[in-house]
C-alpha cells in the first residue's frame, strides 16, 4: 500500500482542529492519552527543572504544550505543525498562558530551520510514526538531538509496534478488540486501515537505540500499553 503523502495527512489534520483540541474526546482511539501526557511533561520538568526553550514537534492544537506550561511556568515556546489551522489553534491557547515568545512554524520538522543547541525540552506527541524509511529516522532523530540543549531531554508520546512479528500481531489484535469495543466493527476497521495507509510506526526499542546512536547520554520508558508507549532520551 502506497502511503499517505505530506500533503494528504496536512489537509486531514487542517479539517481536525476541533477535534484535537479536547483530549477527552479527540484521542478516544490513542489508549491511554492522557497518561502518557502526564507522564512525558512530568518527567521533561523532573529532567529539566529549569527549562526556558521549549519544541513542539506536530503540536496540533497545543494539547502538550499547554501541559506543560502548567508545570513550567512562561516558557519560550516555538511550534512547528504542517497544518496551518491547528497552528492557530495552538497560538491562541498557548499564548493565553504563557508571557514569553510563542514562535509558530509552519511546515515538517524535517524541513524546518531551528537553532542547534537551543531548546531545553522537546515534545513530541503522535508525530513521529509518519516518518518512513530507516534513513528518515535516523537523519530526524539526528536533527532533534543538535537542537537540543546539553542536558535537555527529547520526550515522545507515540504509535508504537513490537519487534517480535507474533506478538505484534497480537498487540495489533487486542487493539483491534479495544476499538471494536469503542465503535463496533465499523470503527475497528476505520481506524486501523487508516494507520495501515497514513501511520509507520517503529517500536519503542528501535527508537531507544537510535537515540543512543546518534547521541542520547541516557533514554527511558515511561509507559507502554499495547500499541502506545511514552518514552525519551536526555542529551
Given at each position: 500500500m502506497?502511503?499517505?503523502t ?5 489537509e ?11 483530549l ?5 482511539s490513542?489508549i ?11 518527567a521533561a520538568?523532573r529532567?529539566v527543572?529549569?527549562?526556558e526553550?521549549?519544541?513542539?514537534i506536530?503540536?496540533?492544537a ?6 506543560m ?8 515556546c ?17 499564548s ?10 509552519q ?7 531551528v ?46 509496534t513490537?519487534d517480535?512479528e ?18 463496533g466493527?465499523?470503527?475497528?476497521s476505520?481506524?486501523l486501515d487508516?494507520?495501515?495507509k497514513?501511520d509507520?510506526?517503529r517500536s ?10 546518534v ?7 515511561l509507559?507502554?500499553n ?6 525519551g532520551?536526555?542529551?
Open positions: 502506497n502511503k499517505s505530506v500533503s494528504e495527512i496536512k486531514r489534520f487542517d479539517n481536525d482542529v476541533e477535534r484535537f483540541s479536547n477527552d474526546t479527540g484521542q478516544l490513542t491511554d492519552a492522557k497518561i502518557s501526557l502526564e507522564l512525558i511533561t512530568e520538568k529532567i527543572p529549569g527549562a526553550n521549549l519544541l513542539d506536530g503540536c496540533g497545543g494539547n502538550y504544550i499547554l501541559t506550561l502548567s508545570k513550567i511556568k512562561n516558557l519560550n516555538t511550534l512547528v505543525d504542517l497544518s496551518k489551522p491547528m497552528l492557530d489553534k495552538a497560538f491562541e491557547r498557548v493565553q498562558e504563557t508571557n514569553r515568545p510563542v514562535e509558530i512554524i511546515g515538517d520538522i524535517r524541513e524546518v530551520e537553532k542547534e543547541n537551543n531548546f531545553d525540552i522537546i515534545l513530541a506527541g503522535a508525530v513521529l510514526h509518519h516518518l518512513r524509511d530507516d534513513h528518515d529516522w535516523e537523519t530526524t532523530f539526528t536533527k532533534l538531538f543538535k537542537i537540543l540543549k546539553p542536558g535537555g531531554c527529547l520526550m515522545i508520546s507515540d504509535l508504537i513490537q517480535t507474533l506478538l505484534n500481531d497480537y498487540t495489533w489484535e487486542k487493539y483491534g478488540d479495544y476499538l471494536e469495543g469503542l465503535g466493527k465499523e470503527y475497528r476505520k481506524v487508516y494507520v495501515a497514513e509507520s510506526p519503542i526499542n528501535y527508537q531507544l537505540d537510535l537515540m543512543k546512536k547521541g542520547f547520554r541516557s533514554v527511558e520508558i509507559h507502554k499495547l500499541c502506545f508507549g511514552a518514552f532520551g536526555i542529551k
